[in-house]
Each structure stands twice: as structure tokens, then as C-alpha cells.
């Protein structure tokens, strides 16, 4: 089958819908052109904060002014104020998240369905999901959250829901913005754009630039931080805006490379007590280097008789090398620092003791992605009887891919200096490709009558993959592959959504859909599927929003993936049933601002979110996957808090602004089990605190300060990749943005 013939047709269909003699047939009559946010609506999930107040379903709209608030260069921190969204830290910068969404897991977010401007942002979604890239947090314009039924929109992974990261738009006018901000360990933010709008043509040119030192203190000396050049551009033309089939079509391309000398390798409990940032000497020549490029092109057919069409082709391609420790004198790392007296000739290789030759395993984890597919969304708006009607039937082709090609150099530990002894031949560790091609269609219907809401849809997911396996040296692709197993998967996934309006002020609503999660190339599990069920009220008069909804996922059969990042412990890339799960829980918000409510000329926001989760293994089993091991029925999953507290308060004035946010992260358990919690299998608890002020200094002109982690708090964060890894320490900003 060639795959290509239908991403062609459908650019074909576009291009010739945008053609000049198009434009020759049509009437003029007085007709406004969309704006930026009328072209991204098919994609959107949520839309905007009216439509999350009155959704079938639980979601969340934070929209500029709630990013800027805190001016956070790091998603997971914004994210934290969603209830039912969890946010793992790993190396404190958050650039490489591991986000979950009520109980789905939260490894590098490969169990929720990620979106840029609504479209597969994860380097290869259904072949390899693990987000090793992941958008650059300061040209973030908007974010949506949908965790309720509606998130069968999106797929293909509808068991925890789905982010969308809306990216800078095209300003409708000339205009643009430029922020440096300069910070602990010789930390440089940057980001700047500027764009601007014409009667039938648009355009952005956009760049972010980071630097910084780290934080954390390698043995000997030497930098832990990394560096980050992003850059993205946007033109759009357009028909002429009186035209009666208005037309629109965008080109978006992007390029972000990183150098990040970051590990794997973390620290034993004592170490971690005695100097929690403290970095051992066996990670010093670690390293990860990426590079994503990304192509989009959007037409956007509005035929002013309630038909709309939107339809994107996108190509992204990555590659990231992550040199890093794997092993030493034959023990994986994990069981050297669980275990550093059972261990000592390792741990003392590690913290820079002489060793033989050959001791420290490096391991050159070559990689490289590439996704890329046709989407198409067909709107229409009509009328039957006292119903009205938005109808939307959307079709994605697409294809990814993941080929790993990797070596192991090994080293010397001499008086705390790593020596290459061994330089390992290309290939020699892994060789192997997986591939996935994908078609999804989706059909749902958004019901308007009388006070109801309804929203009935259907999608449907068909799956191919492969993984080709070749012999492990550096010409073994010459002589083809060595294995090759191939599979299919497809999948039905229903999902009905509604919601009552008493009044414009209190609504309640309910949803239910299926969850799914395909499986993995080359993998014997079945495909994870659940039921999952919500129900919630929304009380909104005036300037107060409040929301309480109880959710209960149950799990026919949950999948886990060994990766590096989960710990190891198993082949990398093996999948594993675990069977029957139950997720449920409670989620909890409430947002106002009391001087504009009362009328004062200070306004003083405030606002609180809670979640509430129990998660549990519904049948026993063994299984060599790290954070499972042993499961007997009631054991608690691993790295899902039980409980999370956001808070928010503020303090605004003309100019001015001030704003405290205080998330409270639960210690969570490591491996699954129930009862006490081993002090090696659990995470701390923390309240972390963060501060943000600016002052207007002119129109144009801002200046802006930051502190994150107030209070120093001290926290063990995670216990994966390997070992106990700290939350970041406090870290203090100032800087100016200048719009112009």
C-alpha cells in the first residue's frame, strides 16, 4: 500500500480549492475574515474559558494571562494548577515533562495524547510516544486541558486525555515583544517575536534562547546545565476577506536544538541527605544533544453557510544522542545506588575511585524520529427542529517512526577523570526500527436544545506496526533485517458527553467514553482499554468559578513499557499486561478575584485546585517491569500522588502585580504495593512556593522578577531514571520585556 497517495491527495484537494479561479467564482458580500483563533478552532480542544464553564465534560483553558502571571518557563509547573493533572519532575528545568492525566501514568507523557496548535507533537506518537521533545515553554501562548469524554477528538490515546499547546499567533497587527530575564547559576532566558497582519496576508518570526549552568554540583567540577536555541516562523495569505468562501493558508516551520549535559545517574538516600544537588563523577561526559524540525501546512475553507474545512500536512523530524552512563563492573545503576554497600567497588567507581578498565558502560543512545500525516476537520453548523447542531467529522493519515542505532563505549575511573579504554562500534548495542501507520476518523455532534448539552461521538483508530530487528554491528543493515514482527490493532472508541444549564451561572454535566491506548511495534500485549466515567458541577455567578467532579476510570487491561527513563530493570522497549485496574477520584477548583468583584481598585485574585486519587491493581501477577515486580490485588500503582494542592493569590494594581503560587506535591510510592511504604520506594512530599512581580515601567516598557521554590524546600522528586533525584532548589529571575 503506498501510504504517501493519500497525505498527496488531500494536499492536492487543498491546494485546489485555494486556487485563483476559485476566488473568480465567488460573490462578494460583507463578510469578516476569521481571526487567528477561528482558524485554530477545529483543532482546539476546549477553546476558550466560556467554553470549559459550560463543556460535556471535564476541562481547562489557561489562556494568556494565566501563563503570564507567573511567567513559568516550565509547562508542568502551569499544568500543576489543573486539578487531575500530574506533573513528574525529573531535572528541574522541565524539559522533558512526564505528565499524566488522572492515573494514565505519567512517563515522558507517553500516555496522554500531546497537540501543538492541534496537531501530534510527540516524536513518533504511536511508534515511540515518550516525549524526549517537548515545545519550548516560553512561545506558549495558550493551553487546554480535556480529561472528560471529548478527548476521543484528538486520540489515539483517550485512557488519561489530552494537552494542546497553542503556540504565539499571528498578531492581527504589527506588533511585537522582546524579554530577556537573567537568573541563579548564570541562567539566561530570552525570548522575542514580532509579526504583523495585512488585508490577505500575515506573518511571525519568533526565536527563544536559554542558557544556564545547572544547579546541580558535578564531582571536580563542570557544567550541568544546558543550552536552547528555538526558532519558529508563520506566513499566512488569505482570499479577500469580503469574498464569500473565505480561505486561508498557513505555513509554519520550526527548528529547536539542545545541548543539555544532563544524566540518568542519580544519588543513594544518604548522599541525597548530605548534599541533594551533589552530581557523581561517573556522569561527567553525559550528554544529550537533540534536534526537531517542524513543517505545517494549514488551509482553512469557511463557506459562510455554517460549512467549514481545516486541513494541515505536517512533517516532524528529530534526532537526539543521549551519551550516558548505563552500567558499571556489570550492576545496572539503580541496584548500585538501592544497594551501595552491596555494591561498594561500584559506588566507588562512581563517586571517582580508580577502576579497571572497562568498569564504566557508556552508552551512545542514538535515536532519530520522524512523524509526519494529512488532517482534515469538516465543521458544520445547522438547524433540526429546536436542536442546533455542531457537527464535526474529522480524518488523520499518519505515519512515525523510531530507529535506534546505538554502541557502548567503556571507560577507565582514574583518580576521578573518565578514560576511554573501549570505543564501541556503531550499531553494536541496538539496531532495530519500529514503524506505525495510522488512519483515524472521528464523528462527534455537539447538541444545543433547550438547557441541554449534548455530545455524542465515535472514533475509530486502525493500526499497523512493525519493528525490524538487524544484527548488531556496523553494517548490519546490508543484509536486511534479521526479524521482523508485524501486528495490527484497531479500535471503537465511543464516548457521550452532557451537560444541563440551570442557569448561565450553575450546570451540571457527566461523560463516559472508552479509553485506548494502542500497543507498541513488535509488542505481544493486547491494547489497553478501559471505561471511563465522570460527573461534576460548575457553579460560576460573577467573578467566582468553582467546579467539583468525581471521576472513575476502570481498566480492562493496563499496559506498562520498560523504558530507560522508567527505571529499567527489563528489555527496553518490552510491554507488559497488568491486567485490571481501577482509577477513581475527586477533583476540586475554585478561582475568584475579589477586589474586581467587590469593585476596588486592587485586584486580588485568588484561586485553589485539589485532586484526590485512588489507584489500584485489580488482580495479582509478576512481571519483570521495574516499577511493578511482584502485584498482588489492591497494590497501589506507582508514581501517582495521592493527593495535590494548588494554590494561587495575587495582588494587581495599575502597572503592577504581584503573585504567590503554592503547589503541594504528595510523596508517592515507586514500586507497587500497599501499606507501609519502603523508605527506598517512595518519593518526599513538599510545598513548593513560587513568587512573580512586575511593574510597568511605561506603555511598553516591563519590568519582571521571579523566584521559584521561595522557601529553599528539599525534596526527593523522583526515584527514575535511576536513583533518588531532587526537586529544583530556589531560583531567583529579573528581567524586562519590551512590546512594540
Same mark, same amino acid.
Given at each position: 500500500?503506498?501510504?504517501?497517495?493519500?497525505?498527496?491527495?488531500?494536499?492536492?484537494?487543498?491546494?485546489?480549492?485555494?486556487?485563483?479561479?476559485?476566488?473568480?467564482?465567488?460573490?462578494?458580500?460583507?463578510?469578516?475574515?476569521?481571526?487567528?483563533?477561528?482558524?485554530?478552532?477545529?483543532?482546539?480542544?476546549?477553546?476558550?474559558?466560556?467554553?470549559?464553564?459550560?463543556?460535556?465534560?471535564?476541562?481547562?483553558?489557561?489562556?494568556?494571562?494565566?501563563?503570564?502571571?507567573?511567567?513559568?518557563?516550565?509547562?508542568?509547573?502551569?499544568?500543576?494548577?489543573?486539578?487531575?493533572?500530574?506533573?513528574?519532575?525529573?531535572?528541574?528545568?522541565?524539559?522533558?515533562?512526564?505528565?499524566?492525566?488522572?492515573?494514565?501514568?505519567?512517563?515522558?507523557?507517553?500516555?496522554?495524547?500531546?497537540?501543538?496548535?492541534?496537531?501530534?507533537?510527540?516524536?513518533?506518537?504511536?511508534?515511540?510516544?515518550?516525549?524526549?521533545?517537548?515545545?519550548?515553554?516560553?512561545?506558549?501562548?495558550?493551553?487546554?486541558?480535556?480529561?472528560?469524554?471529548?478527548?476521543?477528538?484528538?486520540?489515539?490515546?483517550?485512557?488519561?486525555?489530552?494537552?494542546?499547546?497553542?503556540?504565539?499567533?499571528?498578531?492581527?497587527?504589527?506588533?511585537?515583544?522582546?524579554?530577556?530575564?537573567?537568573?541563579?547559576?548564570?541562567?539566561?532566558?530570552?525570548?522575542?517575536?514580532?509579526?504583523?497582519?495585512?488585508?490577505?496576508?500575515?506573518?511571525?518570526?519568533?526565536?527563544?534562547?536559554?542558557?544556564?549552568?545547572?544547579?546541580?554540583?558535578?564531582?571536580?567540577?563542570?557544567?550541568?546545565?544546558?543550552?536552547?536555541?528555538?526558532?519558529?516562523?508563520?506566513?499566512?495569505?488569505?482570499?479577500?476577506?469580503?469574498?464569500?468562501?473565505?480561505?486561508?493558508?498557513?505555513?509554519?516551520?520550526?527548528?529547536?536544538?539542545?545541548?543539555?549535559?544532563?544524566?540518568?545517574?542519580?544519588?543513594?538516600?544518604?548522599?541525597?541527605?548530605?548534599?541533594?544537588?551533589?552530581?557523581?563523577?561517573?556522569?561527567?561526559?553525559?550528554?544529550?544533544?537533540?534536534?526537531?524540525?517542524?513543517?505545517?501546512?494549514?488551509?482553512?475553507?469557511?463557506?459562510?453557510?455554517?460549512?467549514?474545512?481545516?486541513?494541515?500536512?505536517?512533517?516532524?523530524?528529530?534526532?537526539?544522542?543521549?551519551?550516558?552512563?548505563?552500567?558499571?563492573?556489570?550492576?545496572?545503576?539503580?541496584?548500585?545506588?538501592?544497594?551501595?554497600?552491596?555494591?561498594?567497588?561500584?559506588?566507588?567507581?562512581?563517586?571517582?575511585?580508580?577502576?579497571?578498565?572497562?568498569?564504566?558502560?557508556?552508552?551512545?543512545?542514538?535515536?532519530?524520529?520522524?512523524?509526519?500525516?494529512?488532517?482534515?476537520?469538516?465543521?458544520?453548523?445547522?438547524?433540526?427542529?429546536?436542536?442546533?447542531?455542531?457537527?464535526?467529522?474529522?480524518?488523520?493519515?499518519?505515519?512515525?517512526?523510531?530507529?535506534?542505532?546505538?554502541?557502548?563505549?567503556?571507560?577507565?575511573?582514574?583518580?576521578?577523570?573518565?578514560?576511554?579504554?573501549?570505543?564501541?562500534?556503531?550499531?553494536?548495542?541496538?539496531?532495530?526500527?519500529?514503524?506505525?501507520?495510522?488512519?483515524?476518523?472521528?464523528?462527534?455532534?455537539?447538541?444545543?436544545?433547550?438547557?441541554?448539552?449534548?455530545?455524542?461521538?465515535? @472514533?475509530?483508530?486502525?493500526?499497523?506496526?512493525?519493528?525490524?530487528?538487524?544484527?548488531?554491528?556496523?553494517?548490519?543493515?546490508?543484509?536486511?533485517?534479521?526479524?521482523?514482527?508485524?501486528?495490527?490493532?484497531?479500535?471503537?472508541?465511543?464516548?457521550?458527553?452532557?451537560?444541563?444549564?440551570?442557569?448561565?451561572?450553575?450546570?451540571?454535566?457527566?461523560?463516559?467514553?472508552?479509553?485506548?491506548?494502542?500497543?507498541?511495534?513488535?509488542?505481544?500485549?493486547?491494547?489497553?482499554?478501559?471505561?471511563?466515567?465522570?460527573?461534576?458541577?460548575?457553579?460560576?455567578?460573577?467573578?467566582?468559578?468553582?467546579?467539583?467532579?468525581?471521576?472513575?476510570?476502570?481498566?480492562?487491561?493496563?499496559?506498562?513499557?520498560?523504558?530507560?527513563?522508567?527505571?529499567?530493570?527489563?528489555?527496553?522497549?518490552?510491554?507488559?499486561?497488568?491486567?485490571?485496574?481501577?482509577?477513581?477520584?475527586?477533583?476540586?477548583?475554585?478561582?475568584?478575584?475579589?477586589?474586581?468583584?467587590?469593585?476596588?481598585?486592587?485586584?486580588?485574585?485568588?484561586?485553589?485546585?485539589?485532586?484526590?486519587?485512588?489507584?489500584?491493581? @485489580?488482580?495479582?501477577?509478576?512481571?519483570?517491569?521495574?516499577?511493578?515486580?511482584?502485584?498482588?490485588?489492591?497494590?497501589?500503582?506507582?508514581?501517582?500522588?495521592?493527593?495535590?494542592?494548588?494554590?494561587?493569590?495575587?495582588?494587581?494594581?495599575?502597572?503592577?502585580?504581584?503573585?504567590?503560587?503554592?503547589?503541594?506535591?504528595?510523596?508517592?510510592?515507586?514500586?507497587?504495593?500497599?501499606?507501609?511504604?519502603?523508605?527506598?520506594?517512595?518519593?518526599?512530599?513538599?510545598?513548593?512556593?513560587?513568587?512573580?512581580?512586575?511593574?510597568?515601567?511605561?506603555?511598553?516598557?516591563?519590568?519582571?522578577? @521571579?523566584?521559584?521554590?521561595?522557601?529553599?524546600?528539599?525534596?526527593?522528586?523522583?526515584?527514575?531514571?535511576?536513583?533518588?533525584?531532587?526537586?529544583?532548589?530556589?531560583?531567583?529571575?529579573?528581567?524586562?520585556?519590551?512590546?512594540?
Amino acid at each position: 500500500m503506498n501510504h504517501l497517495a493519500p497525505a498527496r491527495m488531500a494536499v492536492a484537494v487543498s491546494v485546489a480549492l485555494f486556487a485563483p479561479a476559485a476566488f473568480a467564482q465567488v460573490q462578494v458580500v460583507a463578510a469578516p475574515a476569521p481571526d487567528q483563533a477561528t482558524l485554530l478552532d477545529r483543532l482546539t480542544v476546549v477553546g476558550s474559558v466560556e467554553n470549559a464553564q459550560q463543556a460535556p465534560g471535564s476541562a481547562a483553558y489557561l489562556d494568556a494571562d494565566t501563563l503570564q502571571a507567573h511567567d513559568y518557563r516550565d509547562l508542568q509547573r502551569a499544568l500543576r494548577q489543573v486539578p487531575g493533572v500530574y506533573a513528574i519532575d525529573e531535572e528541574g528545568y522541565g524539559l522533558r515533562p512526564n505528565i499524566g492525566i488522572r492515573g494514565s501514568g505519567t512517563d515522558r507523557n507517553s500516555r496522554i495524547t500531546v497537540l501543538e496548535d492541534g496537531v501530534l507533537i510527540a516524536p513518533a506518537a504511536y511508534a515511540a510516544p515518550a516525549a524526549y521533545y517537548f515545545p519550548t515553554a516560553s512561545r506558549i501562548h495558550e493551553v487546554e486541558v480535556r480529561k472528560g469524554s471529548s478527548a476521543i477528538r484528538s486520540g489515539p490515546r483517550t485512557t488519561g486525555g489530552t494537552v494542546n499547546l497553542i503556540s504565539t499567533p499571528i498578531p492581527q497587527s504589527t506588533s511585537g515583544e522582546i524579554d530577556f530575564a537573567y537568573g541563579t547559576d548564570q541562567t539566561v532566558q530570552a525570548h522575542a517575536w514580532a509579526g504583523g497582519s495585512g488585508e490577505r496576508t500575515g506573518w511571525l518570526l519568533e526565536t527563544a534562547q536559554q542558557q544556564t549552568d545547572g544547579y546541580k554540583r558535578l564531582d571536580g567540577g563542570g557544567d550541568t546545565g544546558y543550552v536552547l536555541e528555538d526558532y519558529l516562523a508563520k506566513f499566512r495569505i488569505a482570499s479577500d476577506p469580503s469574498a464569500t468562501v473565505y480561505q486561508s493558508l498557513e505555513l509554519k516551520l520550526g527548528k529547536v536544538e539542545q545541548d543539555g549535559d544532563e544524566t540518568y545517574l542519580g544519588l543513594t538516600d544518604a548522599d541525597f541527605r548530605a548534599a541533594p544537588n551533589r552530581r557523581y563523577a561517573a556522569s561527567q561526559v553525559d550528554n544529550i544533544r537533540t534536534d526537531h524540525e517542524q513543517a505545517e501546512l494549514r488551509h482553512h475553507l469557511d463557506f459562510a453557510n455554517g460549512v467549514d474545512l481545516t486541513t494541515v500536512a505536517y512533517r516532524n523530524d528529530f534526532s537526539r544522542n543521549w551519551y550516558k552512563l548505563a552500567s558499571v563492573g556489570g550492576a545496572g545503576l539503580g541496584d548500585i545506588l538501592s544497594d551501595p554497600d552491596g555494591f561498594a567497588d561500584q559506588y566507588g567507581w562512581i563517586t571517582g575511585q580508580t577502576s579497571p578498565d572497562d568498569a564504566l558502560v557508556v552508552r551512545n543512545n542514538n535515536r532519530s524520529y520522524r512523524a509526519q500525516g494529512v488532517q482534515s476537520v469538516l465543521g458544520l453548523a445547522t438547524r433540526t427542529g429546536a436542536a442546533d447542531h455542531q457537527i464535526e467529522f474529522g480524518v488523520r493519515w499518519h505515519e512515525d517512526d523510531e530507529d535506534r542505532f546505538q554502541d557502548d563505549d567503556r571507560y577507565r575511573m582514574q583518580d576521578g577523570r573518565m578514560v576511554l579504554t573501549t570505543d564501541g562500534l556503531p550499531g553494536t548495542q541496538d539496531n532495530r526500527i519500529g514503524e506505525a501507520r495510522a488512519w483515524s476518523v472521528y464523528l462527534q455532534d455537539e447538541i444545543h436544545t433547550g438547557n441541554w448539552i449534548v455530545v455524542p461521538g465515535l @472514533r475509530y483508530e486502525d493500526i499497523d506496526l512493525r519493528r525490524l530487528d538487524f544484527a548488531r554491528q556496523p553494517d548490519g543493515r546490508d543484509a536486511g533485517p534479521t526479524r521482523v514482527v508485524e501486528s495490527s490493532v484497531s479500535a471503537l472508541i465511543p464516548g457521550i458527553g452532557a451537560t444541563y444549564l440551570f442557569n448561565d451561572a450553575l450546570n451540571v454535566f457527566a461523560s463516559a467514553h472508552r479509553g485506548f491506548n494502542p500497543p507498541g511495534p513488535g509488542s505481544s500485549v493486547d491494547a489497553e482499554t478501559s471505561v471511563n466515567v465522570e460527573a461534576g458541577l460548575r457553579w460560576h455567578p460573577g467573578a467566582l468559578a468553582t467546579e467539583l467532579v468525581g471521576f472513575w476510570n476502570d481498566y480492562d487491561n493496563l499496559v506498562g513499557t520498560c523504558t530507560a527513563s522508567s527505571g529499567g530493570g527489563c528489555e527496553l522497549g518490552d510491554q507488559f499486561d497488568g491486567g485490571e485496574v481501577r482509577v477513581r477520584g475527586l477533583e476540586a477548583s475554585a478561582s475568584i478575584d475579589v477586589g474586581r468583584a467587590n469593585g476596588w481598585s486592587l485586584g486580588v485574585p485568588l484561586g485553589v485546585g485539589y485532586t484526590y486519587t485512588d489507584a489500584r491493581f @485489580r488482580n495479582g501477577f509478576s512481571s519483570s517491569f521495574e516499577e511493578w515486580g511482584d502485584v498482588a490485588r489492591g497494590d497501589e500503582l506507582p508514581y501517582l500522588p495521592e493527593q495535590a494542592l494548588n494554590v494561587r493569590a495575587g495582588i494587581e494594581g495599575a502597572g503592577w502585580r504581584v503573585n504567590l503560587a503554592g503547589n503541594y506535591i504528595d510523596a508517592m510510592r515507586t514500586v507497587a504495593g500497599q501499606g507501609p511504604v519502603p523508605d527506598g520506594e517512595r518519593t518526599g512530599s513538599a510545598f513548593v512556593v513560587d513568587l512573580s512581580a512586575s511593574y510597568d515601567l511605561t506603555h511598553a516598557a516591563q519590568l519582571f522578577a @521571579r523566584v521559584e521554590n521561595v522557601t529553599d524546600e528539599t525534596w526527593i522528586a523522583s526515584r527514575r531514571p535511576e536513583g533518588v533525584r531532587p526537586g529544583a532548589p530556589r531560583m531567583t529571575f529579573v528581567g524586562m520585556r519590551v512590546r512594540f
